[in-house]
């Protein structure tokens, strides 16, 4: 596609419900990152994919949280029993591959509220 | 584990004048630091990288230096503009590969 591409922009949940937040990279990137940004803060990075390696979970805040990547493409990071604390941007990158010369491409975020 | 220190206040000045962001960084020094732009409501941006063995890097009004022994990176914007405010975040690899971002200084040029 022609950029990275999250959806829904908007969710808003009760708490204790699950939610599921999609990522859809640039065709061709073999990393994949989840960040959270919380109102007025920097990314927390959450979880990264690289190819056929195992994710990067040690960002995840929580058994809560969890991601997966299928076919090396499309993501879809879940929340289950959301809490207030949840609350917050979440941010999907992708990058061509690892390594100095990359950047980083974000999707504009889903913006996840939880009443 | 590596950490990345930006400046929290944000940076006020007068259009016209030269904006110096920093960000700091507390471990090894990494392969390459990037910096990236962020706008309310978006996702951030990426503006330039410059490696371990560059002392300064430049493209058009922005220029990057990088001081291993300090472990620092400056962020230049000269002769800045209105349109110029906003985040300015930077990203580094951490001891993974995998990058990870400061939290973020906030540039605001006035007209």
């Known amino acids: 596609g022609a950029g990275v591409s999250q959806s829904p922009s908007n969710k808003v949940t009760e708490k204790g419900k699950d939610v599921e937040l999609r990522c859809d990279p640039i065709?061709?990137?073999?990393?994949l990152y989840w960040y959270r940004q919380s109102l007025g803060q920097g990314l927390e990075f959450l979880i990264y994919?690289?190819?056929?390696?195992?994710?990067?979970k040690s960002g995840l805040p929580s058994d809560r949280f969890s991601a997966e990547r299928t076919g090396g493409s499309v993501s879809t990071l879940t929340i289950q029993r959301t809490q207030q604390e949840d609350s917050a941007v979440y941010l999907c990158?992708?990058?061509?591959?690892?390594?100095?010369?990359?950047?980083?491409?974000f999707g504009q975020g889903t913006r996840l509220t939880v009443v | 584990s590596q950490k990345i220190e930006q400046n929290s206040e944000a940076l006020n000045i007068q259009e016209g004048k030269t904006a110096t962001l920093t960000c700091n960084y507390t471990?090894?020094?990494?392969?390459?630091l990037q910096w990236y732009r962020q706008d309310p409501g978006r996702g951030p941006v990426f503006l330039l990288l410059?490696?371990?063995?560059?002392k300064e890097k430049r493209k058009e009004r922005l220029k990057v230096t990088f001081d291993t022994t300090l472990k620092q990176s400056l962020f230049h914007i000269t002769a800045s503009q209105p349109a110029d405010s906003a985040t300015y975040l930077c990203?580094?690899?951490?001891?993974?590969?995998?990058?990870?971002f400061g939290s973020g200084t906030r540039l605001l040029v006035r007209p």
């Open positions: 990158a992708s990058r061509e591959r690892q390594g100095p010369n990359t950047e980083a491409f």
């Open positions: 065709s061709g990137h073999t990393a």
């Open positions: 994919f690289q190819g056929n390696s195992a994710p990067d």
């Open positions: 471990n090894y020094s990494p392969a390459y």
């Open positions: 410059i490696r371990e063995n560059e």
């Open positions: 990203a580094l690899p951490d001891s993974s590969y995998k990058l990870i």
